[in-house]
DNA sequence: TTAGGTGCAAATCTTTTGCAGAAAG
DNA sequence: CTTTCTGCAAAAGATTTGCACCTAA
């Protein structure tokens, strides 16, 4: 944990940006919460815990500098809401989501099953990937098994 | 694409649901554009050409109420505005998109990649796949081709 | 001391909604 | 007539921005 947020501190220095008591907050609550995919809201609402008189701007201004520096990764599942997943620059950051559409429970494949198709793009379309983006809609485990 | 037309007209009156002139001109903006991944400021403007005294919230509603009908899909490429593409019943609906991070053209394959591993999903998840969604960022074809 | 950061409030932008009148069966 | 639909303007909700103050190298 110290050392990711230390990483970070790197990351953003390195761009001649400081990791500010606010940023710090921020981002901890982003590693408290790995597993779900918060909104701005969210966020705000979690991280006043931690740091009471930061801003709902504060908060905006954070989130879209650590999507800059690909820190974190700003998604956008139909709801109106952006939202913000840390990324993992250990391991792949490609993965896919699994969203029920009865629960509404955002679920993570952290399988990437994309990289043969990647090559045939490459191949057959001209088009050279750089990121990809994987959804499926669907009824989820919990919700299967309840019926 | 009168055809296309009266097909969406039947879909209508099947829920009871009439085409309105300004819907008919509505989906005839989305006929006309079937390449193009409009936002509903777009099919405003195009519209007002066939409809000049239209208002932006009949847009909104008709579109709204289109993609209910499954006759548009909505989306969101993540710059902030709702997209809409009609559907092509006759053909498999899955298609994935090509998203160039250099022009921000979209394109599209028509072919669908994902059957085998909405199997898998189903098994090793437990997860049911209604529907999917698969989108590349990168470079297209066009900017490959300039440099 | 100087550039980067912050909180607040106001502004902006997209989308939705309330309502009174119009259109269609 | 009665339900559906429309245009307009206002409202709502998410995000951004202007600004004066603050804070750390």
């Not at 905006?60 to 709801?79: A, I, Q, S, W």
Request: glycine share 4%; net charge negative.
């Amino acid at each position: 944990m110290e050392a990711r947020i230390e990483k970070i501190k790197q990351q953003l220095q390195a761009q001649g940006y400081k990791l500010t008591p606010q940023r710090e907050a921020t981002v901890r609550v982003l590693l408290e919460n790995e597993e779900d995919h918060l909104s701005a809201e969210d966020v705000y609402m979690l991280v006043k815990d931690k740091a009471p008189e930061i801003g709902l701007a504060t908060v905006y201004r954070t989130l879209e500098l650590l999507n800059e520096l690909h820190v974190v990764e700003k998604m956008n599942f139909g709801d109106g809401v952006a939202r913000y997943d840390l990324r993992n620059n250990d391991k792949n950051h490609h993965h896919h989501h699994l969203i029920c559409v009865q629960c509404g429970a955002v679920d993570e494949i952290m399988e990437d099953w994309l990289g043969p198709l990647e090559e045939r793009l490459a191949k057959e379309y001209n088009f050279k990937v750089i990121d990809h983006r994987l959804d499926f809609q669907g009824i989820c485990h919990r919700c299967n098994e309840k019926q």
